[in-house]
């Protein structure tokens, strides 16, 4: 007798088909980039290989690495490769790190990123449910050693929730505090159980970042990602809620599925879509959207940072300013650089 159209082997078979669609279906055109390359994305690599520092940009296959590159921003990831938490969107590896920290990295972290020709840096991390702090003052403590040896480098932390301990976030920010506070709070309300790991929650994330503003943090920052079945009305109720939390960077993307055994991509979100997105944002008073299919939480983080200083009309003084900065970084490296080969 043949299998009942609702039996779970018909389901199973009925998404992996689905699966097998989506892995091998072309992506619209406005999905597709350059590979990286150019001469500042060249030498950047090979100075990294040299310092035995990797980044996210490269290990994630992010789209933009040599867009961001060659503007002068990467994101180094902290406290190693293994996370407690097993989020649907997300391809770190999950696992217990039993208590295991390298207590040199903040001072190697630091060193090796003052002798890079960058002006912005973004130190992201996995989580830590298996430190008491989740590995707040670690953050800290790598923040504060960049500042110390290159203070040209603005600095953002794109953390964790923590577990939801705020005092964690007191002590990442009494330690070290950032340029600029990050935390991805990543999908609606109502998609947080199907997409994220069970420990994390909407309010959970949403606290963090409250937190971190009523404790002196200049600037907060959050993310978005599109195409996993939100609705227009709930990613605007979602912004009108971070506006609450005095949010102030936002930024929307498609989110691009890693392998079939992630969350399925319910759809390719048009360009013009993330643009009404970015302007329906902007209403809402954040101080900058950035928003585009290829968008990522640190896409242009320090064009975000800057622009969201200054007025949306200011264009050509953010330019500037960009620049200005960008040649800094380049003269602050290279004389941190002959520093170090002094001993």
């Not at 600037?219 to 102030?248: F, I, N, P, Q, Y």
């Amino acid at each position: 007798m043949a299998d009942s159209p609702d039996s779970p082997l018909i389901q199973i078979r009925k998404r992996t088909e689905r699966s097998e669609t989506e892995r091998y279906a072309p992506k619209p055109a406005w999905l597709k980039v350059r590979a990286p390359g150019g001469e500042t994305y060249t030498t950047l690599k090979a100075t990294l290989r040299k310092l035995d520092l990797h980044t996210v940009c490269e290990e994630a296959r992010c789209p933009n690495v040599g867009e961001c590159w060659g503007e002068g921003t990467m994101t180094i990831m902290l406290l190693g490769d293994t996370c407690t938490r097993g989020c649907r969107f997300c391809a770190v590896t999950t696992g217990d790190p039993r208590g295991a920290v390298d207590v040199r990295e903040p001072e190697h972290v630091a060193r090796a990123i003052a002798r890079l020709a960058i002006n912005y840096v973004v130190l992201t991390m996995v989580d830590r449910d298996d430190l008491l702090d989740g590995g707040a003052e670690h953050v800290g403590k790598t923040v504060r050693g960049i500042h110390a040896l290159r203070p040209d480098i603005l600095v953002e932390t794109l953390v964790g929730d923590f577990g939801g301990h705020l005092r964690s976030v007191d002590a990442l920010l009494e330690v070290g505090m950032p340029d600029v506070f990050a935390h991805n709070v990543e999908v609606p309300r109502r998609l947080q159980r199907t997409v994220r790991d069970v420990r994390c929650s909407w309010d959970q994330s949403v606290d963090v970042l409250k937190r971190a503003k009523s404790r002196g943090a200049k600037v907060t920052k959050t993310s978005l990602m599109l195409g996993m079945g939100e609705t227009k009305d709930e990613l605007v109720e979602s912004m009108k809620e971070l506006r609450a939390a005095d949010v102030d960077i936002l930024t929307l993307g498609q989110y691009l599925r890693p392998t079939p055994k992630h969350h399925e991509v319910a759809r390719f979100v048009e360009p013009a879509e993330f643009d009404e997105l970015r302007d329906i944002g902007l209403l809402l008073g954040f101080k900058y959207v950035a928003s585009g299919p290829l968008v990522r939480s640190s896409y242009h983080a320090a064009e975000d940072f800057v622009r969201s200083m200054l007025k949306p009309e200011d264009a050509a003084a953010a330019d500037e300013l960009l620049a200005q900065r960008r040649a800094s970084s380049i003269a602050a490296a290279a004389a941190e650089d002959e520093r170090q080969s002094r001993g």
